[in-house]
Nanobody
Framework: VQLQASGGGLVQPGGSLRLSCAASGNIFSINGMGWYRQTPGKQRELVAT???????NYADSVKGRFTISRDNAKNTVFLQMSSLKPEDTAVYYC???????????????WGQGTLVTVSS
């Protein structure tokens, strides 16, 4: 399973960005999908997740500002980020829990990361 993330970049405080992450490969099914972020010297932290049924979960720091969604037909997860703050600056990683065709187990897969910089 390969994950291709896009949509990062430089944005001013208060601005918006939309991240996308498309999963491809010999996929049988995808369970949860999510976004995490990491800054230098810190552990990777959860930003938001969405289940296959559409239930969502957010870090307290992004509630009310970020919205996660998914397109099951396209195996894609999105993160709409609004009212961005400098402390949102990080490398954002997408993650999916997927089962490949012929596989017995669900495994976790990570994208390559996309940099979001919030600065004036």
């Amino acid at each position: 399973v390969q994950l291709q993330a896009s949509g990062g970049g430089l944005v001013q405080p208060g601005g918006s960005l939309r991240l996308s992450c498309a999963a491809s490969g010999n996929i049988f099914s995808i369970n949860g999908m999510g976004w995490y972020r990491q800054t230098p010297g810190k552990q990777r932290e959860l930003v938001a997740t969405v289940t296959s049924a559409g239930s969502t979960n957010y870090a307290d720091s992004v509630k009310g500002r970020f919205t996660i969604s998914r397109d099951n037909a396209k195996n894609t997860v999105f993160l709409q980020m609004s009212s961005l703050k400098p402390e949102d600056t990080a490398v954002y990683y997408c993650n999916v829990a997927a089962r490949v065709v012929g596989g017995l187990y669900v495994k976790s897969y990570w994208g390559q990361g996309t940099l979001v910089t919030v600065s004036s």
